[in-house]
C-alpha cells in the first residue's frame, strides 16, 4: 500500500467535504479563500514522515535465569510468540535495563514507542518476585493502575496469554477489579484475593474507602510490593495531584515504605539532551510517587542501525537514477541506508536515539542536493523507498518502517478590513491591525448559511459610537464604554442596496399593524456610515462605508430574506471558515481512510483503524455519531440508487424499492430471523416499515443543518 498516495486520497476528500461550506457571494473573498486556505493546505499542512529503526537488543529471558536473575519457571512463561516455539524472549536493551533495576528492588519509569514492550518491564520483576516468595499464599503483591478500563482488558489479555502458553497450573493468579466485575465477582476476588490486580485509580480509591474491600490493601492481610502506573503521562493537573496523594496514602494503608514504583510512558517531555529529558521526567514521577527518582531511574529507548554502512555518493546516485527507470531490490537498499543515516537515527553521546520526523519535501531537496540530480528523480526514489509497495524488492515491504503523521485542523476565521467590497483585504492569519496601520482593522466574518451573504462579527460601543471586532483580548480599555459593555452584533457592507430600511421589508411575524413589535424593535437594522478603524463618521456614502448593524442574535438576512426565532442557535444560522463540526470531521476522515486502506490493501483484514479520544464522553458521542452517519449514508446512498433504477418514487413503493436496494440478509436486521418464509416475510415487511419512516424522518429537516 502507498502511504503517501492514501494520505493524498483521504485529504482529497476532506478538502471536497470543508469546501462544501464555502458558499460566498463576494466573488473576491471565494478566490482568496480557495488560494490561500484551500490551493496552499493551511488546513492539513504536509504531513510530518517518521522512520521506526529497530531497538537495540539484549539477553534473553533465559539467559538472565541462567545467570540466576530470574527465577526457572521464567523461562517456561516468557516462551516466544509463535506457537510451539521453545525459545524465550528475547528483550530490548530498554527492556533488560528496566528489569535489571526492578529485580534490585529500585523504582524506574520507562520511556520508549509504541509496541517497544514496556508491560514487559514490570511482569518479568513482579512474576520473579511471586514465584520466589511461596506462590502458594493469596495475598495481593502487586496493583498495575491503568488510566482506562479498556487497556485493562488488554493487559488481562496479555496475562491469559502467558497462562494459555505455559499450560495447566500457572503459579500467577490474577484479576480484573474495576466498575465492570459484578457484586458476585468483586466478592469472590475479596475471599481469595489474587497476587496481582489489574484496576483504575478510582477503584484503587473505593479499596482504600469502602470497608469491605480495604483488606486488599491493609497491612497484614496484603504483601503488596509493587504498584504500577501504567500512562504515566495521562496523571497532570487534577488528576495528577489526586494520583499523588493517593500513591502516598496507599504506601501508609499497606504498610510497605518501600513499595516499589514503576510507570512506564510515551515521551513525556521534548527537552533536547537525554540528561535535561531525564531529569525532567524524574521530577514529575518524583511528585506523583512521592519518592526520590533520580534522572538514572528513567530508561529510554535506545535504538540501531539497520544498514550498518553508509552508501558513496555514486553508489547513491546510480541507485536514485535506476529507481527512476528500472527499479531493483539493491537500489531500494541503498537509499534506505542514506535515509536512515539522515532521518533515521541520531547520535546522543555514545547511544543512537529515534531522529525527529521530517517532511518528504525536506529529504527530497537534500538527497537532489547531496547527488545532483533534480528534485523530480529524488522525489521518485524517496517514494519508491518510504511510501511504494516493495515492488523492486519483491517482498511486498519497504526497506524502512514508516509512520507518517497528518494534521488536520479547523478552519478558523477569515478576517476582512471595514473597506468597499472593490478594496478590502483579507487574511486568515488573525491579526488586529492591516499590516502597520492601526487606522484599519481586520474584522472576523461570518457568512449566511442560507445565501452566503458575509457579515462582520462586531461590538457596538453606543456612547464611544465605534464598532470593534468581536474577539477576546482585542479591545484597549479606552476603546470601550464607560461601563465596559457593548451591543454584540453583525455588520452588513451595503453598497448594493440589498436592503431599503423599509418596515414593509421586514419578516411578516416582527410587524402587528404594520408596526414593528416591541420585541424586534431593537432587532430592526440600523444604518450606519464607517471608517475603516470602526468610527462611526457622517451620514453619506463620501463619508463612510455604507452599513447596517444586526444585533445579536441574527434573526434574519436582508438578503436572502430567511426569517429565524430567537431560540435558533446562531451557528445554525451562520457559519465560519470551520463549519465543520468535529464530531462529523472525526467520522469522514475515518471513513475515509477505511474505504481508501479497504481499496488499496492487498490483504483485506490489515485495513483498520484505530482511533483515540481524549475521554470517554467524547469516545461515546463520536461512536454514536459514527453509527448514525452509516445509517443516513446507507438510507440515501439506497434512495439514490433505487431512483436511478426505477425513476420518481413515491409513498406505494419507496420503501420496498429502498428495501431492495439495501440487499440486507435479514439477520442483519432481524433479532430472531425467520426461519419458514412466512417468518421471513413478515421480518421484512416490519424492515420496510421501518425504513419508511426513516426515510420521511430525514426528509422533513429535522438535522441540525442540512
Not at 529471558?61 to 541462567?66: C, H, S, Y
Not at 540528561?275 to 521526567?281: L, M, P, Q, S
Not at 529524488?378 to 497528518?406: I, K, N, S, Y
Not at 430592526?524 to 453619506?540: C, E, I, M, S
Request: glycine fraction near 8%; charged fraction near 25%.
Amino acid at each position: 500500500m502507498d502511504i503517501f498516495a492514501l494520505r493524498d486520497s483521504i485529504v482529497g476528500s476532506y478538502s471536497e467535504y470543508v469546501q462544501s461550506f464555502l458558499d460566498f457571494t463576494d466573488d473576491r473573498l471565494k478566490e482568496f479563500v480557495r488560494d490561500n486556505v484551500v490551493e496552499q493546505a493551511r488546513l492539513w499542512p504536509e504531513p510530518l514522515v517518521e522512520l521506526s529503526p529497530k531497538y537495540a537488543m539484549g539477553p534473553t529471558v533465559a539467559d538472565l535465569v541462567a545467570e540466576g536473575k530470574l527465577h526457572p519457571e521464567c523461562r517456561r512463561i516468557f516462551v516466544g510468540k509463535k506457537p510451539g516455539d521453545p525459545a524465550t524472549i528475547r528483550l530490548y536493551k530498554h527492556q533488560y535495563e528496566a528489569i535489571a533495576r526492578g529485580l534490585e528492588g529500585k523504582p524506574f519509569v520507562v520511556t520508549s514507542g509504541t509496541g517497544s514492550g514496556k508491560s514487559l518491564t514490570y511482569w518479568i520483576p513482579i512474576f520473579d518476585n511471586i514465584l520466589k516468595n511461596s506462590p502458594e499464599r493469596a495475598t495481593p503483591r502487586a496493583i498495575i493502575v491503568y488510566p482506562t478500563n479498556a487497556l485493562v482488558n488488554s493487559q488481562l489479555d496479555t496475562l491469559k496469554g502467558f497462562a494459555e502458553q505455559y499450560g495447566p497450573g500457572f503459579p500467577i493468579r490474577y484479576n480484573r477489579y474495576t466498575g465492570q466485575e459484578s457484586f458476585e465477582a468483586k466478592e469472590e476476588i475479596r475471599q481469595n484475593p489474587p497476587h496481582i490486580l489489574l484496576t483504575n485509580y478510582v477503584m484503587l480509591e473505593m479499596m482504600m474507602s469502602r470497608p469491605g474491600e480495604q483488606q486488599l490493601v491493609q497491612q497484614g492481610f496484603t504483601e503488596l510490593g509493587f504498584l504500577v502506573l501504567d500512562e504515566l503521562h495521562t496523571y497532570r493537573g487534577r488528576r495528577g495531584a489526586d494520583v499523588a496523594m493517593l500513591v502516598r496514602r496507599l504506601r501508609e494503608r499497606c504498610g510497605n515504605r518501600n513499595l516499589l514504583c514503576i510507570g512506564t510512558s510515551a515521551t513525556m517531555v521534548t527537552e533536547e539532551g537525554g540528561g535535561a529529558r531525564r531529569e525532567a521526567v524524574a521530577e514529575v514521577a518524583s511528585r506523583v510517587f512521592g519518592g526520590d527518582l533520580a534522572p538514572e531511574d528513567v530508561i529510554e529507548e535506545e535504538v540501531r542501525r539497520d544498514f550498518p554502512s553508509s552508501p558513496t555518493t555514486g553508489a547513491l546516485r546510480t541507485s536514485v537514477e535506476r529507481l527512476n527507470t528500472q527499479p531493483q531490490s539493491d537500489d531500494q537498499e541503498t537509499v534506505a541506508a542514506w535515509v536512515e543515516e539522515r532521518y533515521g537515527v541520531q547520535a546522543e553521546g555514545e547511544v543512537l536515539r529515534r531522529a525527529k520526523p521530517f517532511t518528504l519535501q525536506d529529504a527530497v531537496s537534500r538527497l537532489a542536493e547531496e547527488v545532483g540530480v533534480d528534485t523530480e528523480m529524488a522525489a521518485t526514489a524517496l517514494h519508491q523507498v518510504l511510501g511504494g509497495d516493495g515492488a523492486a524488492r519483491g517482498t511486498g515491504e519497504t526497506p524502512l518502517g514508516v509512520r507518517l503523521h497528518q494534521f488536520v485542523s479547523q478552519g478558523g476565521n477569515v478576517h476582512a478590513t471595514l473597506e468597499p467590497l472593490s478594496r478590502r483585504t483579507f487574511s486568515v492569519e488573525g491579526q488586529v491591525y492591516a499590516d502597520t496601520d492601526e487606522e484599519r482593522l481586520y474584522f472576523p466574518l461570518r457568512f449566511c448559511r442560507e445565501c452566503g451573504q458575509d457579515y462582520y462579527k462586531v461590538v457596538h460601543y453606543v456612547q464611544n459610537d465605534r464598532l470593534l471586532p468581536s474577539l477576546p483580548g482585542m479591545v484597549d480599555a479606552e476603546d470601550r464604554d464607560s461601563d465596559g459593555a457593548g451591543v454584540q452584533g453583525y455588520l452588513l457592507i451595503d453598497e448594493q442596496g440589498l436592503w431599503r430600511g423599509h418596515t414593509e421589508d421586514l419578516p411578516e411575524s416582527w410587524l402587528s399593524r404594520g408596526r414593528v413589535k416591541s420585541d424586534y424593535k431593537e432587532h430592526v437594522p440600523q444604518q450606519l456610515y464607517l471608517a475603516p478603524d470602526g468610527n462611526v463618521v457622517g451620514h453619506t456614502e463620501e463619508e463612510g462605508v455604507p452599513c447596517w448593524f444586526i444585533r445579536e442574535p441574527f434573526l434574519f438576512c436582508p438578503r436572502c430574506g430567511i426569517v429565524y426565532t430567537k431560540r435558533t442557535g446562531e451557528f445554525r444560522k451562520l457559519a465560519g471558515l470551520s463549519s465543520e463540526g468535529r464530531s462529523t470531521a472525526t467520522t469522514l476522515l475515518a471513513l475515509a481512510t477505511v474505504t481508501e486502506m479497504r481499496r488499496r490493501a492487498h490483504n483485506q483484514q490489515l485495513a483498520k483503524l484505530l482511533s483515540f479520544t481524549d475521554n470517554r464522553q467524547d469516545a461515546s458521542l463520536q461512536a454514536g455519531h459514527f453509527n448514525d452517519f452509516v445509517q443516513v449514508a446507507l438510507l440515501r446512498s439506497a434512495l439514490l440508487k433505487a431512483m436511478e433504477r426505477h425513476g420518481p418514487l413515491d409513498h406505494t413503493d419507496v420503501a420496498a424499492r429502498v428495501e431492495e436496494e439495501l440487499a440486507l440478509d435479514q439477520e442483519l436486521f432481524a433479532r430472531e430471523p425467520g426461519r419458514f418464509a412466512d417468518q421471513e416475510r413478515r421480518n421484512r415487511e416490519v424492515f420496510s416499515e421501518v425504513i419508511e419512516y426513516r426515510l420521511y424522518e430525514d426528509l422533513r429537516r429535522g438535522w441540525r443543518i442540512v
